[in-house]
């Protein structure tokens, strides 16, 4: 299928206002119901919309006596205006107000486990500084498109590659072994890489091909190998399997955090050297970064740190 391209150009304050008369068109529904809500004829949102469309070279909009629908072009250019529009916004309120007041919306993309565990009371907090900014939130493993399906910013845990995208780390991902008292009692404790061969492991599936890999005293890396009796791509779901007895976990430390201050999940292999990821927000590349997306990046840097709170059961 050909993909939709839309070629943006220099923008000027009309072209603003047609993206917001375009956005309020497709928010109601119809144009029929834009025009009664801005209270201006009907012909004069046609008009300005046929204008926009004739602009562009492309269809924005499936026509009918009662509703409209969006092309796929028309998808791709509301998702880019509500953007653009929204950004103007934001910059034209910090400059004539001279303050940090926030507005609009904040589109960010965050994986599911963290999000769920950390993210809530962080995201709570600062929507409690700014009361007038609508906060939208996607939880989702996948890689998101971020340009192409609308996103400010996502929040990924990774070893990141190159991109076009512009990357800071919040904070730092840690990875353990760990298994239930119950499990350790009935199995023995490793106390070596080559025991893990012996013992069941739980093991994550991941999408981005996450290492499961440790290293000695020496420097040397071992492969996590054993008996693999359950696979999962969530992580939640595997702390579950361990807190059952069913086997040993591998685990990054912001899940499991506090089943190991209350000692329901035991770290083993404590003197061999793990992976460690980093949090990271991405956005892509823009000649202007919206103060929304750079005071919330700015939030998480300094709440979680370096040194983020779930780790400080570490000894």
């Not at 492309?58 to 929204?86: D, H, M, P």
């Not at 609009?104 to 963290?114: D, E, H, I, R």
């Not at 190998?225 to 791509?233: D, E, L, R, W, Y």
Request: with cysteine.
């Amino acid at each position: 299928m050909q993909k939709t391209v839309l070629h943006f150009r220099t923008i000027d304050m009309g072209q603003l206002e047609d993206m917001a008369l375009f956005i309020k068109i497709v928010e109601n529904g119809s144009i029929t119901a834009t025009a009664g809500h801005l209270n201006i004829a009907k012909s004069a949102v046609s008009r300005r919309l046929m204008d926009l469309e004739i602009r562009l070279g492309v269809q924005l909009l499936n026509r009918t006596t009662r509703k409209s629908s969006l092309t796929e072009a028309g998808q791709l250019f509301y998702q880019k205006a509500q953007a653009i529009v929204s950004d103007a916004e934001d910059l034209t309120n910090l400059v004539s107000s001279g303050s940090a007041e926030l507005r609009g919306t904040l589109k960010v993309a965050v994986p599911l486990s963290f999000g769920l565990l950390h993210l809530s009371p962080a995201v709570n907090k600062f929507s409690d500084m700014h009361p007038d900014l609508l906060i939208d939130l996607h939880f989702a493993d996948r890689q998101i498109d971020l340009v192409e399906e609308g996103f400010d910013l996502a929040i990924r845990i990774a070893q990141l590659e190159d991109s076009s995208l512009v990357a800071r780390r919040i904070t730092t991902i840690r990875h353990t072994l760990c298994a239930s008292p119950d499990y350790l009692l009935k199995r023995g404790i490793p106390e070596t890489a080559e025991d893990l061969k012996h013992h069941d492991i739980l093991k994550y599936s991941s999408p981005t091909g996450l290492s499961h890999q440790i290293s000695d005293k020496q420097g040397v890396f071992h492969e996590i190998q054993g008996n693999v009796v359950m696979m999962a791509n969530n992580g939640d779901f595997l702390k579950q399997a361990a807190l059952a007895g069913r086997g040993i976990y591998f685990t990054p430390t912001f899940i499991s955090w506090r089943e190991f201050k209350n000692g329901s999940l035991v770290p083993i292999l404590k003197d061999y050297e793990y992976m460690d990821l980093g949090a990271y927000t991405v956005y892509p590349q823009t000649r202007f970064l919206s103060e929304r997306v750079r005071q919330f990046i700015d939030f998480l840097s300094v709440r979680f740190g370096q040194e983020p709170y779930w780790d400080n059961w570490i000894s």
